[in-house]
């Protein structure tokens, strides 16, 4: 495992992307990435239509390398739908699912022609007024909450009985009033559900998504007509975080769901999907050099340039969002010594600044790299600017077809003046 990375490090360093100057980067391994979309265009047959969700990597190379590489774009905010445009996904490829949409932007996804999921009843008012005497390309529908309960991380569950997403579908007089919005919309074509991210089996997000096509159903023999006709399944498979090998994997999720909801393999819907962390987590990792190591009250501690501002979950939520760590010598070569316990902190001002805890790994030394696994989304693409803190540099690089490695600039460092400016 630690050969690919040996590679990438001793070349990072021999490049001078990594050094005393350049304490923190980011790589992504883009011949992995390509495997991993491989694998899921292979895993669904061909009227799947791939949305990567934005919020993942919102950088503008992820974007382009996913369009590049088959998929449209899910987006939920103003910010990200600029991104996936300039990246070049064409509006019928988009999907917008913001929750607190205003009515200045449903008007403008509407005049796009983007997909639009419509979070509430109150939401739909206004997509109706905003209907008459319109004609848009959007494929428009309700975001559903199957209300099939937790994954066993809560702020990441999104059909809970009371969660803030979608229309709980069992709530008292819903059902009816999403049949009559239907029977009375005839531009209402799509139906939406995202079950959760993260810490969600894959039976609970089977369940949700039988949920929403027995609702499909009902909807489609109410009318008497195949009104609708996409399937928007949302994203959420699982990322494991404790080793290299991808688990559960996308064909995996695609043989339960051939069991569970047959429908959506029958050909009669077009489904989408709305993948995010799955797609990227394990292509990406953060190198830190390591400045200074410590003892206090017999606590190992080794201060690095990796903390919140890049970290932000794992700081914050240590139990639910662990990560591998690995520890290379000053020249990118894997440490093997002997484990001992150790924390590895950040450099923010504040003492749960932490980005691993008493864990077993070589004997850390200044001047040594630590490399943070798995954080190709939600990590390094997502910065927090918690002491003014500049953004790392992050490098695409290609592995595997040679020995030679090809590194691209995906984001320089961020100046402290452009750093400054998004502060204000
Ligand atoms: C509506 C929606 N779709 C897709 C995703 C992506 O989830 P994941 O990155 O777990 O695949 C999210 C994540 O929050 C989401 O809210």
Redesign the pocket.
Known sequence: MSGKYEQILQAAIRSGYLGEECPLAAFVDTSRLEETIASLHRAFPKHFAHTF?A??NTMSHALEFVKEHGMGC?V?SPGELEQALRAGFAPGQIVY?EPAKTAGMLARVLELGTGL?IDNFQEFERVQALMVNRDSRSRIGF?INPQVGAGNISA?S?ATTTSK?GVALEDEGNRIAILTAYRDNTWLTAL?S?V???GCSLDLMTAGIRKVVDLAEEINSGVGRQQVEVIDI??????NFDSEEMRPTFAEFAAKLQDAVPELFSGRYTVKT??????FAKSGFIASRIEYTKRSGGRRIAISHAGAQIATRTVFMPDHWKLRVSVFDSSGRAKNGAAVEQDIAGPLCFAGDLVATARKLPEIEPGDYVVLHDTG??YFSNPFYYNALCAPAVYAVTTGRSTHLDFSVWRRKQSVDDMLAVIG
Not at 234 to 239: D, E, I
Not at 274 to 279: K, L, W
Request: net charge neutral; glycine share 16%; aromatic share 10%.
């Open positions: 969700a919020k993942a899910e939920a699912d999921n975001r990441m999104t997403f939406h995202h959760g991210s993260q949302g994203g959420g498979l699982p990322v709305e993948f995010g962390r799955s797609v989304a939600y």
